[in-house]
């Protein structure tokens, strides 16, 4: 080899090194100055998993956090992570520095969902899908539907009467219809049977183990998500000939002008259904309980309602927009309910890479949960945070600490929507039907949501 190809061999290698070295010399030295927050990690791989999950998962969270303060380290489900439930370091990790921290899920679940669907993802495609998401459930677009919601609701209320029903999975039925609503528009009727098939055999594996053979849930699952993206690629064809201008979902995922593949509007439209239905349907079966239980609360909802439907004696007999703004007793109610409630205990986070935070170490791919129950029932932010009180937001809660839907770039798009069809279905609710509960009260169980015991069991009927 001649002589000065050996040189520049040399000086390359040279170069590259004191590269590489200035580039790893942050992260040597934050990896050597900072310690890891407090905690302990458990056994080797299964970590603590066993005592998150064997009992109520907030009594873990509350006695980590009174041990090792609002920042501690353990180890669940095979991964190290680091749980924050202070409201400053939640808005870091959500906000202010939501670069450094990607939403995470496990492989599976991404694979059954659809890996282009709006929550896996960052970046430029993430903000591309996100005004088109946010475009469909603005205000202007969802105000559009209400009396197709308020007929929805009618109609289901109708079906109880008299009847022994199981809450939850009631609200869970209303809950798909509004959905798809607001994803096809008025056409949701010729899709709904379908749909809704495949989407029900879909969530029952969702949360199975990942064999995908067949007999297992898991490949049961993963067959109807295929059927799913059948029925919707037709859907998209048959709208494509239409060639109308929609003001659903659909239309504003086909209508954006770079284009999405069949597929990226597939996986949305799985992705939000999957947001949308048991999480509002959990809410509206805890606000169904918080009414029964709380009779003075009740009534001033009812009143509140009743007024509403009166005024509207004279003149316009649905709903309008304008009227759900007038519902403030029944609005601190649901604002009460997804505090006490917090159905989305904690979220989940990934550092992309070695971060400082609060002076510790946060390595790389350890996940990071902001434990939103803990800052709802931090009596720092609510006094006497047990207590169902929907009269302690006839104040503005301090900055950060009432965070159901989110904060920051992956914050809930369908917070309206879902507040409106919870809205409309207590109006007719309350005006026109009493309930009571039937069975044991206490209990809660967690799948992945917090709910009352069996989804609460009430039976129904009409107000003499
Ligand atoms: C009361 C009911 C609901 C609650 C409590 C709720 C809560 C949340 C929360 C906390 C997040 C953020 C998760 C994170 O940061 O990791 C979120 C995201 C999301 N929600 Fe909701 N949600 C509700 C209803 C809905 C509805 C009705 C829709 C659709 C119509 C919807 C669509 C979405 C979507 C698409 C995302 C992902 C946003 C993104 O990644 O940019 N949600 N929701």
């Known amino acids: 080899m001649e002589s000065t190809t050996i040189f520049w061999l040399f000086s390359s290698i040279l170069f590259f090194s004191l590269l590489l070295l200035s580039l790893l010399k942050p992260i040597f030295s934050i990896r050597r100055k900072l310690p890891l927050p407090p905690g302990t990690l458990g056994w080797p791989y299964i970590g603590e998993t066993f005592q998150l999950y064997s009992q109520n998962p907030n009594v873990f969270f509350a006695s980590k956090v009174k041990r090792f303060g609002s920042i501690f380290k353990t180890h669940i489900l095979g991964c190290p992570c ?151 690629a037709s859907v998209i064809s048959i709208r494509r000939q239409m060639k109308h201008n929609h003001r659903d979902l659909l239309g504003s995922l086909m209508g954006d002008k770079e284009g999405l593949t069949d597929e990226q509007v597939a996986d949305n439209i799985i992705g939000v259904i999957f947001a949308a239905r048991d999480t509002t349907a959990s809410v509206l079966t805890w606000i169904v309980k918080y009414l029964a239980e709380n009779p003075s609360v009740l009534q001033a909802v009812t009143e509140e309602q009743v007024a509403i439907m009166r005024e509207k004696c004279g003149g316009e007999k649905v709903l309008i927009w304008e009227d759900t703004k007038k519902m403030p007793i029944t609005s601190r109610v649901i604002q009460e309910t997804l505090r006490v409630a917090s159905i989305l205990s904690f979220t989940f986070r990934e550092a992309v890479e070695d971060v400082e935070f609060e002076g510790y170490l946060i390595p790389k791919g ?16 609510f006094p006497d945070p047990e207590k169902f009180d929907p009269s302690r937001f006839e104040v503005a809660p301090k900055p950060n600490t009432f965070i159901p839907f989110g904060s920051g770039t992956h914050s809930c798009p369908g917070n309206e929507l879902a507040k409106l069809e919870i809205l409309i279905l207590l109006h007719h609710l309350t005006t026109k039907y009493r309930w009571s509960m039937v069975g044991p009260q206490n209990g809660i169980q967690y799948g992945p949501f917090a709910l009352p015991q069996n989804g609460l069991p009430i039976r129904l009927s009409l107000k003499a």
């Open 82 to 232: 680091v749980m924050i439930s202070s409201p400053e370091a939640v808005k870091l990790v959500l906000v202010t520095r939501a670069h450094l921290f990607k939403p995470t899920f496990p492989a599976s679940k991404e694979r059954m969902l659809g890996k282009q669907a709006i929550f896996f993802n960052q970046g430029d495609y993430h903000i591309k899908l996100r005004k088109l998401v946010l475009r469909a459930f603005m205000p202007e677009s969802i105000r559009t539907i209400i009396p197709d919601i308020e007929s929805i609701a009618v109609g289901m209320l109708k079906s109880w009467e008299g009847q022994l029903i199981n809450t939850f999975q009631e609200m869970k039925t209303y809950t798909f219809n509004v959905a798809l609503l607001s994803i096809f528009g008025k056409d949701e009727v010729l899709y709904r049977e379908d749909l809704k098939r495949c989407y029900y055999i879909l969530e029952k594996g969702y949360n199975s183990m990942p064999i995908n053979l067949p007999g297992t849930l898991f490949h049961k699952s993963m067959k109807a998500r295929k059927e799913l993206a059948q029925i919707l």
């Open 366 to 381: 350890w996940k990071v949960l902001p434990l939103f129950r803990n800052i709802h029932h931090s009596p720092d932010n």
